[in-house]
């Protein structure tokens, strides 16, 4: 499978605890998107990377949240000291740099769902 | 703030109709506009790209149009099946090519 994977599928974790997830893109991709969706509602923006460089965060993000890409290749998304509010699905999607060949798409993975006790 | 809209109430039509999706967008000047099907449980899948400087899309049963006056998108499935039932996401892109962003999705749902 050379799509965009993501581990754990389902996570369950109690208020106050420590949680991580893992993103593995599709190989020849330089650009890594996280969001993160609830029920009802689109995806929402969380941070993307460029290969290893971290070029954008949301504002609405807390400080909580981390999000690295050490070699530029698989990420991860840790949350802190997890809130009831940070259940929804972590998606995470991967692109290529702008081109002719590029259509701009996101290729995503079938996402992490965290549920907070 | 930028917003997009998407209609939130459920479309349900019948099969073999033409199902049309709208998507509206405010404060945005958006170079590309994207849609996507996400079934429950599931990422979303691309479907259709389309640039600023063009009217309308096609692949297969589906079109895609852009008004870059009116601010709007209209997606369409023609001859809809069961199997098209599903979440369509509409996605807004500036020119920089950085992030896209989404709206809340309109669910379809095609009826025998």
């Known amino acids: 499978d050379t799509g965009v994977s993501q581990d754990p599928r389902h996570k369950i974790t109690k208020r106050g605890q420590n949680v991580t997830f893992r993103c593995d893109p599709i190989?020849?991709?330089?650009?890594l998107y996280w969001y993160r969706q609830t029920l009802g509602q689109g995806p929402e923006f969380l941070t993307y990377f460029q290969n290893e460089a971290q070029l954008e965060k949301s504002r609405l993000l807390s400080d909580r949240f981390s999000a690295e890409r050490p070699k530029g290749s698989f990420s991860t998304l840790e949350i802190q000291r997890t809130e009831q509010g940070d259940s929804a699905m972590y998606l995470c999607a991967s692109r290529g740099l702008a081109g002719r060949t590029n259509t701009g798409e996101l290729f995503f993975g079938e996402g992490s769902r965290l549920t907070v006790l | 703030s930028q917003k997009i809209e998407q209609n939130s109430e459920a479309l349900n039509i019948q099969e073999g109709k033409t199902a049309t999706l709208t998507c509206n967008y405010t404060?945005?000047?958006?170079?590309?506009l994207q849609w996507y099907r996400q079934d429950p449980g599931r990422g979303p899948v691309f479907l259709l790209l389309i640039r600023e400087n063009e009217k309308e899309k096609r692949k297969e049963r589906l079109k895609v149009t852009f008004d870059t006056t009116l601010k709007q998108s209209l997606f369409h499935i023609t001859a809809s099946q069961p199997a098209d039932s599903a979440t369509y996401l509409c996605a807004l892109e500036g020119r920089g090519y950085n992030k896209l962003i989404f709206g809340a999705g309109t669910r379809l749902a095609v009826h025998p």
């Open positions: 190989s020849e991709h330089n650009r």
């Open positions: 404060n945005y000047s958006p170079a590309y």
